[in-house]
């Protein structure tokens, strides 16, 4: 069974600049997360889907958006790049949508410059 | 408001020794507990979690943990580690409030040595 496919692995863009970062489940989960990774922040929570709905979504400004199709892939989008927004942002895909049994991918590290 | 904290940020140790490493949580309702491990350009791979039950649990790689509600800690422990244990571990939690998000800690960075 393939993982959690995060395309592309690395990326380098502009201020001010849109960037979007796929994400594949494994085959049959329906629930997607995304989470921010930096030295100085650490492991933050952006946003979960299920089933094409966005349930939660965590601390971030509104030029962080995301979005679920119905066959479960999801993308994440960030518009106006900021230098701060440099990172690893990795997804993360559940079959039971409660979190309990989530499997990452090896994430999308994202560099400002 | 729920934090967890991994009051080690860095935990040298040599190859065959045992380790813990420390986890506390706070939160109003109660939580699921998890480590995760990451490795160099890596993504975060389930080393174990406490969903009920035991307060025991045993994860992959030899590890394990014990969650102790009245000190509201999971640590992780292994009784030998190995050089390939070198990695960063992190602590999570997840409420029991329908909120789908892993909350993690800052992360603990086992260095194995020779």
């Known amino acids: 069974k393939a993982g959690v496919t995060q395309t592309p692995r690395y990326l380098i863009k502009t201020r001010g600049q849109q960037v979007t970062l796929s994400c594949s489940p494994i085959?049959?989960?329906?629930?997607v997360s995304w989470y921010q990774q930096t030295p100085g922040q650490g492991l933050q929570f952006l946003f979960e889907?299920?089933?094409?709905?966005?349930?939660n979504k965590g601390n971030f400004p509104g030029r962080f958006s995301g979005r679920q199709f119905s066959n479960s892939r999801s993308e994440m989008n960030v518009s106006t790049l900021e230098l701060g927004d440099s990172a690893l942002y990795l997804c993360?895909?559940?079959?039971?949508?409660?979190?309990?049994?989530?499997?990452f991918g090896q994430g999308t590290r994202l560099t400002v410059v | 408001a729920q934090s967890v904290t991994q009051l080690d940020s860095q935990v040298p140790v040599f190859e065959e020794a045992p380790v813990e490493l420390r986890c506390n949580y706070s939160?109003?309702?109660?939580?699921?507990l998890f480590w995760y491990v990451q490795y160099p350009n890596q993504g975060l791979q389930l080393l174990l979690k406490?969903?009920?039950?035991?307060?025991l649990v045993k994860g992959i790689n030899g590890f394990e943990a014990e969650f102790n509600k009245s000190q509201t800690s999971f640590h992780l422990r292994k009784p030998s580690v190995h050089i390939s244990d070198t990695a960063e571990y992190f602590c999570?939690?997840?409420?029991?409030?329908?909120?789908?998000?892993?909350?993690f800690g800052s992360g603990t960075r086992l260095l194995v040595r020779p």
């Open positions: 085959s049959g989960h329906r629930s």
């Open positions: 999570a939690v997840i409420e029991m409030d329908s909120s789908y998000k892993l909350i």
């Open positions: 993360a895909s559940s079959f039971r949508g409660d979190g309990t049994e989530a499997f």
């Open positions: 939160s109003s309702v109660s939580v699921y």
């Open positions: 406490y969903l009920s039950g035991s307060t």
């Open positions: 889907y299920f089933s094409e709905t966005q349930r």
